[in-house]
């Protein structure tokens, strides 16, 4: 099992431009949006200001790349998956090691965009701000796989998970939203244990269950999703 | 156009037809965001400068939506860019074994971006007009188009240089960085920074800018500017297609 999900994750690594980006990307977002997050959070009426809102750039760019990731994941291996399944291998396994390889790139991308915000910005409360931004990128690795399951094409795919990341970040706290449908958003706690991180300050036991059983959740649907594309069909 | 490349370009908008969630996110996404931009701001007084210099005083509500618009349009163009011209180069090199020649197969691809981009531009102005007139209409509609062509094209560059994933990476970030925030003057001091200037969407953010808040047209240099992006990109995306699609074994 842990051979197959490096196997994935190898798969990942050769393509050296996708690699660079992943590395590339979460970075200049860190960097550009961390000096007006706080300036656009104002003109939306929204309260988060300083360093909580370059923490909650952090967990945007790590949302946003891996729900890509998680999306094209599904959508551009469902063949190749369920030869493998059927070649021996099982879906059940074909899926734990996707998810396996899929939550070591969101490592990747969470270190890479807590390392430039520690640099750039610091961070009064690292541990608990690296626990956020990873969750931010495997609630999106989540949304990603599951939108790839239903959709196969890559334009509506991505538009969608854009629609959803989009939607999810401007009615988040701090922003635009704080009642409503704004408390059924994703990455709703996620964001509130970023900020209060940002801002030096521990979270609510409350709000790490709340992160815990989204995440957890998150990445059930995703086991679902890659198991489903992988299993055999009968013809 | 000849009659294969007609023939190439209906079955493009066909192959486009037959995803009905695209049309309905290509005006869906402008609505909700373009809409939601102007509902959610507020209307704070911010003072900006225009092209030419001149200083105006605006509110954040105004800005925010006017500026949503080239973003929504490069974000959209760009992802159609990069994935119509994924498919050309997975399918269009049978077209030229066929015997097209590799320009009537790439015209096609080229004129379902351009026509993807103007419908995503026309469900944006469409959208803007329920909450925001801009004081005039001609460089506001031109440098959005602009931003649309060139983050288009972009988009097909990224598609044939850097692959499906990274070009998505790329199309999510780039549009949202340079126009969202490098040119928007929601930030800074009310006008692009220095190094603002060397990026794509510098021009276009400028005319429409121009377009949205000044009755008289001051952004000529921009719109030049814009203008030659727009040919460069457009030359480019030609060049590497056509190589692409030709290079036969």
Not at chain 1, 52 to 69: D, E, I, K, N, T
């Amino acid at each position: 099992m842990a051979f197959s999900g490096a196997e994935f994750l190898r798969e990942h690594l050769r393509a050296r431009l996708t690699l660079a980006m992943l590395v590339v990307i979460p970075a200049l977002f860190v960097l550009v949006s961390a000096s007006v997050l706080g300036e656009f959070a104002d003109a939306l009426g929204g309260s988060v200001t300083g360093d909580s809102a370059s923490a909650l750039g952090a967990g945007w760019a790590a949302a946003f790349l891996a729900g890509a990731l998680g999306f094209f994941q599904v959508s551009s291996s469902r063949d190749a998956d369920r030869r493998l399944a059927l070649a021996g291998m099982g879906a059940a396994r074909v899926a734990v090691a996707r998810i396996g390889a899929s939550i070591l790139l969101g490592l990747l991308i969470t270190v890479v965009a807590f390392l430039t915000l520690w640099l750039t910005a610091g961070i009064a409360h690292p541990p608990h701000a690296f626990a956020a931004i990873l969750i931010f990128a495997l609630i999106y690795i989540g949304i990603g796989t599951v939108v790839g399951s239903f959709l196969s094409d890559p334009l509506e795919g991505s538009l969608t998970v854009a629609f959803i990341f989009l939607i999810d970040a401007f009615s988040g706290p701090g922003m635009s939203g704080s009642g409503g449908v704004a408390q059924l958003m994703p990455t709703r706690k996620a964001a509130d244990v970023l900020i209060a991180a940002g801002a030096g300050q521990g979270s609510p036991a409350s709000d790490w269950i709340a992160v815990g059983l989204t995440t957890l959740g998150a990445l059930l649907l995703a086991a679902v999703a890659f198991w489903l594309s992988a299993r055999p069909r009968s013809a | 156009m000849n009659g294969r490349a007609s023939t190439a370009t209906r079955m493009g908008f066909r192959e486009q037809g037959r995803r009905p969630l695209l049309l309905v996110l290509l005006v869906a996404v402008p609505f909700l965001f373009i809409s939601w931009s102007f509902a959610i701001t507020e209307a704070t007084p911010r003072l900006i400068t225009l092209p030419g210099g001149e200083q105006l005083l605006t509110t954040m509500r105004d800005l925010h939506g006017a500026i949503m618009v080239p973003i929504t349009v490069g974000f959209l163009a760009g992802l159609i860019g990069l994935f119509v011209v994924r498919s050309a180069l997975e399918s269009d090199r049978r077209l030229v074994l066929a015997g097209f020649s590799p320009g009537e197969a790439i015209l096609p691809r080229l004129v379902v971006l351009v026509c993807a981009t103007l419908v995503v531009l026309a469900a944006s102005l469409a959208v803007t007009a329920i909450d925001f007139i801009p004081a005039s209409w001609g460089p506001f509609v031109a440098g959005n188009l602009l931003a649309g062509l060139i983050y288009g094209a972009i988009g097909a560059l990224a598609g044939a240089l850097v692959g499906r994933l990274g070009g998505a990476y790329l199309m999510f970030f780039l549009p949202m960085m340079d126009i969202g925030v490098a040119q928007n003057p929601m930030f800074f001091d009310g006008e692009p920074q220095g190094w603002a200037t060397v990026l794509p969407g510098y021009g276009p953010t400028r005319v429409i800018v121009d377009g949205a808040f000044s009755p008289q047209f001051q952004a000529g240099g921009e719109l030049a500017l814009s203008l030659a992006w727009t040919a460069a990109l457009g030359v480019a995306v030609y060049l590497l297609l056509r190589r692409a699609v030709g290079a036969l074994g």
